[in-house]
């Protein structure tokens, strides 16, 4: 068996030429290009997927190559996993796999009598080895073609780095070379993943945070590499879907990934290393500009000006003001999706993922353990929350800005710290707090919705007359939110933490 590690960088096809001229490529070894084939197998109830197994056939020349690859770790782009390859002699032979329980699944004869070739990848592979140091040695690859499934097919453009020997910091040093001139993103999803969604048809949805798996034994900086690269696998996740798409959930999405990583870094501080947040920072608060300004107006439209004008159909001033809005809501999301095609955005995410794979990250220090650490953060953080809580009044909406901050922190907190956590107090906790920070994020959405659709008015009188029919409309929900903010501040001075086991 082998152990597969790898890092999978999308590269756009109008960038292939210009990843053929970089000058890193003058210090590999060797360099070879090959046309392959590859063909992909399963059940039609797809039981090798369900069990994170691939089964392909590879033509390289004039022979075919079997080849088992299982699920193994997988984090921003980076994946390991364990493979068995082999001759193929015109039938599937699994007896080199050297794990038994899963050579007697795959050898099971109503297994094999279902299996059916399901998908096809054909590209042409350009390999350039590299020896950038002694007993280090790795390969990369310019996949160039397409995956084909049912009648459907979608093309491939990529760079896979694999590590063959040695230290992985050597992969990331030549990623990030690369990424200095070339628009690289981590791909998260591996040929094979996307044969699969082709081949069920299934369009892309937008991803929310994974749940998390922390011990309440392991150090808190081994605990936040685990928070941060599944931060970054959200982030991921949603990308394609706001390039291709109009649907506003990517971008929110995107934005609460972005948020949860902030917030992560923020509860994690004590621990982390200087240069984490002087590398991320800069370039996370760009990101957070551009989806931020895109989703305030996603929901300035969705939720402030549409309302308003379906209700007062026959007000002509509406429609205009609801038209200004969209374009600006245009403008501002194509403003997104050009940065996170932009070779910036790719550097920041492959920062992120190198800093997470290098030294205090890969091997912490274990003087606290998470649990201690979880229990201190928490205090502090409902600390500041009763403290702005008995600070906050409905005549002050900047106060209960803070207060739906310090809110904010306190639930991504608690949602990373869930798995510590005993009984059903948490559960209970995290639906009063949703309910309030969704209270006064509309308090908040309100309250700046005047300023940006005066923006969109500009100096025309009859969109200005708009805004103050907007305004008007939605006075009576703003003072029913307005009403309900005592009682839940009440609530908020005297609430207390769930146990952390």
């Known amino acids: 068996m082998a152990n597969e590690t790898e890092l999978k960088l999308s590269l756009p096809a109008e960038a ?4 053929l001229r970089q000058p890193v490529l003058k210090r590999a070894v060797s360099r070879q290009t090959q046309q392959l084939v590859n063909l992909y197998y399963d059940t039609p109830s797809l039981s090798l997927y369900q069990r994170g197994i691939a089964l392909r056939l590879r033509k390289q020349g004039r022979i075919w190559l079997q080849t088992v690859k299982c699920a193994g770790s997988s984090a921003a782009g980076l994946s390991s996993r364990p493979e068995w390859e082999t001759p193929y002699a015109n039938h ?25 070739p399901l998908f096809e990848t054909s590209f042409r592979r350009t390999t350039w080895r590299f020896t950038p140091a002694p007993g280090c040695v790795f390969h990369l690859m310019l996949d160039r073609g397409w995956v084909a499934a049912d009648g459907r097919r979608e093309p491939i453009s990529e760079l896979e780095l694999e590590l063959e020997s040695g230290e992985l910091d050597e992969l ?5 070379t690369l990424a200095e001139r070339l628009p690289l993103v981590p791909q998260i999803q591996s040929k094979a993943e996307r044969g699969y969604r082709l081949y069920r048809n299934v369009r892309a949805v937008p991803a929310k945070a994974a749940p998390l798996r922390l011990d309440a034994a392991c150090p808190p900086l081994a605990a936040f590499r685990l928070i941060a690269l599944s931060c970054l696998e959200h982030q991921q996740g949603n990308r394609d879907g706001v390039l291709a798409s109009d649907d506003p959930e990517f971008i929110h999405q995107m ?10 870094m923020r509860l994690f501080a004590p621990c982390l290393p200087p240069a984490f947040d002087d590398a991320l920072l800069p370039p996370l608060r760009q990101l957070m500009a551009r989806l931020g300004r895109a989703r305030d107006l996603d929901v300035l439209l969705a939720e402030i000006a549409l309302p308003v004008m379906h209700a007062l159909p026959d007000e002509p001033r509406l429609m205009t003001l609801v038209g200004a809005v969209t374009d600006r809501q245009y403008a501002a999301r194509g403003a997104a999706a050009h940065y996170l095609r932009s070779a910036a955005y790719g550097r920041l995410m492959l920062t992120a993922t190198a800093l997470l794979h290098r030294p205090p990250f890969l091997e912490p220090a274990a003087d606290e353990t998470l649990a201690a650490f979880a229990a201190e953060r928490l205090r502090r953080l409902r600390k500041k929350v009763r403290e702005l809580a008995a600070a906050a009044g409905t005549d002050d909406p900047a106060s209960l800005h803070r207060l739906r901050i310090a809110i904010k922190r306190l639930r991504y907190a608690l949602e990373f710290f869930a798995p510590l956590c005993t009984g059903r107090k948490l559960q209970r906790l995290l639906r009063r707090l949703a309910v309030l920070q969704d209270e006064l994020g509309q308090l908040n959405d309100l309250a700046n919705a005047g300023m940006l659709l005066m923006h969109c008015a500009g100096d025309d009188p009859r969109l200005r007359e708009a805004v103050s029919l907007v ?10 939110l307005l009403s309900r903010i005592p009682a839940r501040l009440a609530e908020l001075r005297r609430f207390s933490l769930p146990a952390l086991g």
Do not use: C, E, N
Request: proline share 4%; hydrophobic share 45%.
């Open 172 to 176: 990331f040093k030549l990623a990030q």
């Open 255 to 264: 934005r609460v990934a972005t948020r949860r990583l902030r917030a992560a």
């Open 92 to 116: 599937f032979d699994f007896a080199a796999i050297d794990d038994p329980k899963l050579r007697r699944w795959l050898d099971r004869p109503s297994l094999r009598k279902a299996i059916v």
């Open 16 to 19: 292939q030429a210009l990843m």
């Open 471 to 480: 305004g008007g409309w939605h006075a009576s929900r703003h003072r029913q």
